[in-house]
């Protein structure tokens, strides 16, 4: 059932690489609907979202900010997404949220590395979108050779739906090609004026229209019709309602363009946000079962969990019901019931307290003392798990130790509090040294994580040098290894007999079990047990201790004992025959490499290449455009550890670069713990 008000809301995310505008393209959104009164500048520091600290300080988004605002008798709950790699866990969980997203490109760059990244994450949670091309003001900047790269990189069909006026600093305006009206900015307005497409534009902007609507008639089976009856053209309630609907599905991506900076298409692109982009009772039923009803049982996710002055806040997306203060909810994941104090909208760091809050709306609650990011909350008496956020795997290691004794205790406490908050940090004991260990998804994630440390917490911290996180895997494996665990110590026994054989799985896969085993040599119960076994050998391979990947190992044949043969046994057995295994085939040691993309000037491409080479690094593409060089290259991650410094001093500071994880490769023979 949709409620009134279930479909004037717009639940979207900024998705973008570093410095593509993202943050000024929110902050513009707050600004023209009236949500903040003064423009927020990046370069200033007086960005609404970027409140923490350090995301001043660094100039990048580092946490997810929810904001609200209301445009054209519409709610928008928007959530400015980090664009550095070692925070896509950040986008990650945002992303399980939102039913919409605006992708920022920049308009000389195009597309770039954590673009395509943050684009195939919304690819993976089928999160309609529209593309923004921002920065047409740019020395360079091309529209429509960022569309392109939107069509060769990202493999969509872009929809341009505006044409620019004027070029680079000339940048006024933009020709609405579904309308066919002008819309124009004098210097320092914030809003725009309409008016007639200008003359010098009125053929290309004839012939964009018609290219627009032939591809949409392509794709569009309403709109073929009306395209091939009606004299070959399409009305504009007909184009917009076709737009509408490719975006929905996803078969196209309708791309606007402007600046943001200059205050430039932003107005056009809100429009765009309200008329394309899906309501909570657009998107399929969560789960296949639960559709955006606000009668339905009490139904959220829990996304993030935020520790302020004020108290623990959980940000949740409901998704069916409604809760209001002094509620009573369930957490489906531990089975404890929670009561909810408080219900927030937040705008970035402040809130505002409401009654209540209904399907498809985003807000943070206080009370929930131990839920987790990924957590479901729902009706005590309609129990529903709701699938969680995916977190990745941490690549990247540093020890962190309190200088001062007395502070260890409140060193643990605060390392818990984080991992609370950030689930994509791992902190663990080393059994060797004793040393406590952060793990995170890359150098400036831990940076990050260690500032916070000392700056929130207040606490003195040393910390050892990164450390990457190796795997071993399997190159030539064995056959017929038998294994027999037999234990007898004067009650009942053990008894486990197993014979595996162990091969490489292809290039991507971890892990793969299967059983041979006929005639009921080994009932179900056990298989399932030596499965299990196998799988904790994994936690530590023969080479140096790293998790074990890419293994197949198949069970051929084995024996029980009528007494001494259980699921404890025969898990043992599979655990030391899967380790024997390994010791006796033939193991490569793998190590992280992350892509990398570094823009320098053209007179500095030389060092760069020589710089790559003694990291490891394997170029894999080159381009030049003017007077600008992008190097493309795979590079080990632990070879890229202080390389911000070094491209600096090498470009006289005028370099810069990106990276994005690539999986594992083989490493050399020697490297640090293997």
């Excluded at 290219?211 to 009606?230: D, I, Q, W, Y």
């Excluded at 020890?399 to 260890?408: K, L």
């Amino acid at each position: 059932m949709r409620t009134p008000d279930s479909t004037t809301v717009r639940n979207l995310g900024i998705l973008a690489h570093v410095d593509a505008g993202k943050t000024t393209v929110t902050e513009r959104f707050l600004y023209l609907t009236g949500a903040v009164h003064k423009r927020g500048e990046v370069h200033d520091g007086t960005t609404v979202t970027d409140f923490d600290p350090q995301e001043r300080d660094r100039g990048i988004t580092i946490f997810a900010a929810a904001v609200s605002c209301d445009w054209a008798g519409h709610r928008i709950n928007l959530i400015d997404t980090p664009g550095h790699v070692d925070f896509s866990d950040e986008v990650e969980r945002s992303l399980r949220v939102l039913d919409g997203a605006v992708a920022v490109f920049d308009a000389v760059a195009g597309v770039e590395p954590q673009s395509e990244s943050v684009w195939r994450q919304a690819d993976r949670h089928g999160v309609p979108r529209l593309a923004f091309v921002n920065k047409l003001d740019r020395a360079g900047a091309e529209l429509d050779t960022a569309v392109e790269s939107i069509r060769t990189r990202l493999g969509t069909v872009p929809l341009p739906v505006q044409l620019p006026i004027g070029r680079e600093d000339g940048f006024t305006g933009v020709v609405d090609l579904v309308r066919m009206r002008a819309y124009v900015w004098a210097d320092g307005a914030d809003t725009y004026t309409e008016q007639p497409v200008p003359e010098g534009l009125r053929d290309e902007a004839r012939h964009r229209r018609r290219r627009l609507e032939e591809t949409v008639a392509e794709l569009h089976p309403g709109a073929l019709e009306e395209f091939c009856g009606e004299g070959s053209a399409l009305s504009e309630g007909t184009l917009a309602a076709a737009l509408r609907d490719l975006t929905l599905s996803g078969e196209a991506v309708v791309v606007l363009c402007g600046s943001a900076y200059r205050n430039r298409g932003i107005e056009p692109l809100l429009d765009a946000v309200v008329a394309y982009l899906p309501a909570p009772p657009d998107m399929p039923p969560v789960r296949g079962e639960i559709p955006a009803d606000p009668e339905a049982p009490f139904t959220a996710l829990a996304f993030k969990v935020s520790a302020t002055a004020t108290g623990r806040m959980t940000y949740v997306r409901v998704y069916a019901g409604t809760i209001a203060k002094g509620d009573t909810v369930l957490d489906a994941v531990t089975g404890r019931t929670e009561r909810i104090a408080r219900v927030l909208r937040v705008q970035a760091d402040r809130a505002t307290e409401v009654g209540t809050a209904r399907a498809g709306d985003i807000v943070a609650v206080v009370g929930p003392k131990t839920v987790r990011a990924g957590a479901t909350l729902c009706a005590p008496d309609a129990p529903v798990v709701l699938e969680p956020p995916t977190t990745a795997d941490p690549v990247v290691s540093v020890a962190v130790e309190a200088r001062r004794g007395t502070d260890t205790g409140r060193l643990a406490t605060a390392l818990a509090r984080m991992t609370e908050e950030d689930p994509s940090l791992v902190v663990r004991s080393d059994p060797e040294t004793g040393q406590t260990v952060l793990s995170g998804l890359g150098e400036l994630h831990l940076e990050v994580a260690v500032e916070k440390l000392r700056r929130d917490r207040g606490l003195d911290v040393t910390v050892g040098r990164p450390q990457v996180a190796y795997r071993e895997t399997v190159t030539k494996g064995v056959t017929g290894l038998l294994y027999r665990h037999v234990k007898q110590d004067g009650g009942a026994g053990q008894f486990a007999h197993v014979v595996i054989d162990v091969k490489p799985l292809p290039e991507g896969e971890e892990f793969a079990f299967s059983s041979t085993v006929t005639g009921g040599r080994v009932p179900q119960e056990y298989v399932r047990a030596v499965e299990a076994g196998c799988r904790d050998a994994l936690v530590e391979g023969p080479l140096g201790g790293h998790p074990v990947t890419g293994v197949r190992v198949t069970l051929t044949d084995g024996a029980t004992h009528p007494k001494d043969s259980s699921e404890m046994a025969f898990r043992t057995a599979g655990r030391f025959a899967l380790r024997e295994a390994l010791r006796a085939s033939v193991m490569t040691l793998l190590e992280p490499v992350a892509e990398v993309s570094v823009t320098v000037p053209a007179e500095s491409v030389g060092a760069v290449l020589g710089d790559l080479a003694a990291r490891r690094g394997r170029v894999t593409d080159q381009t030049t455009r003017s007077g600008t060089a992008v190097v493309a290259a795979t590079v080990p991650l632990a070879e890229l550890f202080g390389y911000a410094s070094r491209l600096r001093g090498r470009t006289q500071g005028r370099g810069t670069f990106t990276t994005r994880p690539a999986g594992y490769a083989a490493a050399p023979d020697r490297v640090p713990g293997g």
